[in-house]
Structure formats: C-alpha cells, structure tokens
C-alpha cells in the first residue's frame, strides 16, 4: 500500500459525459502527478499540482482540467468523453518538487461506451 | 524530447531462471532513472532507482546500474520466483530540466513459470 488513494476504482459512463476522478496523496506529499495508461498510448504524464498550484503539464488534452485543493487532494476532470478516453488513470504524490521518489494510487479504470 | 526504450516482450521464464529486461534512454540533461513494477490489478510500485551515473540500485534480488557511456540500465534478477511476475517499467525523470515528470518505456511483461 503506497498511502496514495484514488477514487473510484472503476467507471463507466458514455461518450459525451463528464467525470471526475479524485486522489489523495499520502500524508505530508505536497506534490501530486496525473498519468494516464492506456494501450495505444502506453504510460503518459499529463499534468502536475505542488502545493496548489500547477507545476508542468504534459499531453492533456483540453477536455480534461485538474485542480488541488488547500487540503492537498486533487481531481482530475474529463469531459465530452470520447471512447479513446478509456484508459487508467494513475495519481502519483511525492513529498516535494525535484528529485524524489514517486509514489502511485491504484488507478481508476474508466470506460467509455 | 526524452525517451526510454525497452525490450519487447512478453519475457517467459522458467523459475530460478537469470532475468535480463533491457532499458536504454535518450534525455538533454542528466536524469534519473527508475524501474517500477506493476502487479495484476495494482498500481505501480517503485522497485530500485538510481540518480548519477554508476549508482547500482538495487531491492527484492533485483538490480540495475546507472551506464552513461551506454545510455541503459538493464535490470536484472539472478533466480527469479513466480511472484516476479508483473509488468516492469523503465522510466526517467530530469529534474535539471526543470521537469519532474516520469517518461516510461512501453513495459515489459514477465511471466515465471514453475
């Protein structure tokens, strides 16, 4: 067990829907990371919190928003899903910014029908 | 931009079998480097790092040196068991670049039999 929780573990929904994935970091990680897995595109990072603010951002599209909140948990928003949407979604929290040791939540597996 | 890239697989293995899962990468700047694993229906785990050229990391039996002359690090397990297999994961992060981010291989999963 990382300490990184993510919720939900699964969800389904349809194309054109809105969802929002939530993680927790483990305790006293300032610095939280999305990725998304999926079979085409492999292991992605797509953005970056520290501390509440953005920090770097990668191949996210602009459907999808992130945010972290002053108690340090951050969601993950992806709307006007598309099938190709469907992937899992990883959190990863570190204690800092810079050289440290990322930690990964279990994922969210969303499908899109 | 900055790459890693694996040895395809599926490995299959018989056990106690030496373990060999090539890695090589190309960065700008002067990374570290990471092998993480991925149980069936789990995250992934960090399994060894290493952050400057000749680090040995090392955790569980396996290792991995840092070789800047090569651009790898080659993970490798002298007796694997059934329990090793998993999706391993090569990645990178150049943090002198200013970019924490994790760049991964595409994966190489592993299969021990008995």
């Known amino acids: 067990d990382s300490g990184v929780t993510q919720t939900p573990k699964h969800l389904i929904t349809a194309t054109g829907q809105r969802v929002t994935l939530r993680c927790s970091p483990r305790?006293?990680?300032?610095?939280v990371y999305w990725y998304q897995q999926s079979l085409d595109q492999g292991l992605q990072f797509l953005i970056q919190?520290?501390?509440?603010?953005?920090?770097a951002k990668g191949n996210i599209l602009e459907r999808f928003s992130a945010q972290q909140f002053p108690d340090l948990h951050s969601e993950l928003n992806l709307s006007s899903l598309e099938l190709g949407d469907s992937a899992l979604y990883f959190c990863?929290?570190?204690?800092?910014?810079?050289?440290?040791?990322?930690?990964f939540g279990p994922g969210t597996r969303l499908l899109v029908l | 931009g900055d790459s890693v890239t694996q040895m395809e697989g599926p490995v299959t293995l018989s056990e106690e079998a030496f373990l060999t899962i090539n890695c090589t990468y190309t960065?700008?700047?002067?990374?570290?480097l990471f092998w993480y694993v991925q149980y069936p229906g789990e995250g992934l785990q960090l399994l060894l790092k290493?952050?400057?050229?000749?680090d040995k990391g090392s955790n569980k039996g396996f290792e991995a040196t840092y070789r800047k002359e090569t651009t790898s690090f080659h993970l490798e397990k002298g007796s694997v068991q059934v329990s090793d297999s998993a999706v391993y994961f090569c990645?990178?992060?150049?943090?002198?670049?200013?970019?924490?981010?994790?760049?991964f291989g595409t994966g190489t999963r592993l299969t021990i039999i008995p």
């Open positions: 990863a929290s570190s204690v800092r910014q810079g050289r440290e040791t990322q930690y």
């Open positions: 305790s006293g990680d300032l610095s």
């Open positions: 919190y520290y501390n509440g603010e953005e920090r």
């Open positions: 960065a700008t700047g002067y990374p570290s």
């Open positions: 290493a952050t400057k050229a000749d």
């Open positions: 990645a990178l992060s150049d943090f002198r670049q200013g970019n924490e981010k994790l760049t």
